[in-house]
């Protein structure tokens, strides 16, 4: 690491927009930590080229090892942090137990902040950094079958701002990515939780359901309102480059289109027009 090179942390770069992201930083002349979930993703990123360490939001002893060794490469630096690192569990409210919630929350938020607030005293001793969030179109609305991952995400969103005015003067810049859909695998493993936590047979949304995974899969197939992962990436490498970077970064025409219809929308309105989704 020479002396201007800066370091960033990615979060679940096994596939997707981590990967990507850990890919173009890379390519930008960033030091770049990949870390991810599973040992065997590890490995293929560490075969290609990439350094990487097991990073597990699930598990506190997982986070301090992780972000420790990276410390010790950097001589107890870290300019930047990525919170990529996530999961969408889909449901009704009413068909999801405490834990499939809480293990929602564990990795898209608990593990998320454990990480972060380990890293800011990092940034506090250096004089800044900076840390983005990945948040989602679904940070700032509702969509039914998604609560689990709304709630989260809302919760993502208010913990950010509250750190982000926390930490005012500091030199610690807060960003928010915000992503309609994306092709990655998010949603194929968001079908993958769905099947395994809700009992479709008995659930009085059952049709619904039906209805709702046909639709998805269509959606995923023609992919017409999907962009590739390099379009967050793009927010992404603004957010950590830029002398001013911005709180919000809006990626994809859904995302745009739902800040507007939330402030012109009446309440009824913009309910009606969520339940369609």
Wanted: net charge positive; hydrophobic share 40%.
């Amino acid at each position: 690491m020479t002396a201007t090179q800066k370091s960033v942390l990615i979060t679940g770069c096994s596939t997707g927009i981590g990967y990507h992201a850990a890919r173009i930083l890379l390519g930008r002349g960033w030091r770049v930590f990949a870390t991810a979930r599973r040992p065997e993703d590890v490995e293929r990123l560490r075969g290609e080229g990439f350094e990487t360490f097991c990073l597990d939001l699930d598990c506190n002893d997982s986070i301090h090892g992780a972000l420790a060794l990276i410390l010790s490469l950097t001589q107890g630096r870290l300019d930047a942090l990525f919170n990529n690192g996530a999961y969408g569990q889909p449901g009704a409210m009413e068909d999801l137990s405490r834990e499939a919630l809480r293990q929602q929350f564990e990795t898209n938020v608990f593990g998320t902040h454990e990480l972060t607030r380990l890293v800011v005293p990092v940034m506090r001793r250096q004089g800044g950094g900076r840390i983005v969030q990945n948040s989602s179109i679904l940070g700032f609305v509702a969509l039914p079958y998604r609560g689990a991952y709304v709630a989260s995400k809302f919760a993502l969103e208010g913990l950010t701002q509250a750190m982000r005015l926390e930490l005012r003067g500091s030199g610690i810049h807060f960003s928010l990515i915000q992503p309609g859909s994306i092709n990655t695998p998010f949603r194929n493993n968001a079908r993958k939780a769905f099947l395994k936590n809700i009992s479709v047979e008995v659930s009085p949304h059952k049709n619904n359901y039906g209805r709702w995974l046909d639709e998805r899969e269509k959606n995923l197939s023609e992919g017409w309102f999907s962009l590739p992962p390099e379009a967050v990436v793009k927010k992404v490498v603004h957010a950590l480059e830029s002398p001013r970077p911005r709180l919000r970064y809006g990626v994809t025409v859904t995302t745009h289109v739902a800040v507007v219809l939330r402030r012109v929308l009446t309440v009824r309105m913009l309910d009606w027009f969520l339940a369609r989704g």
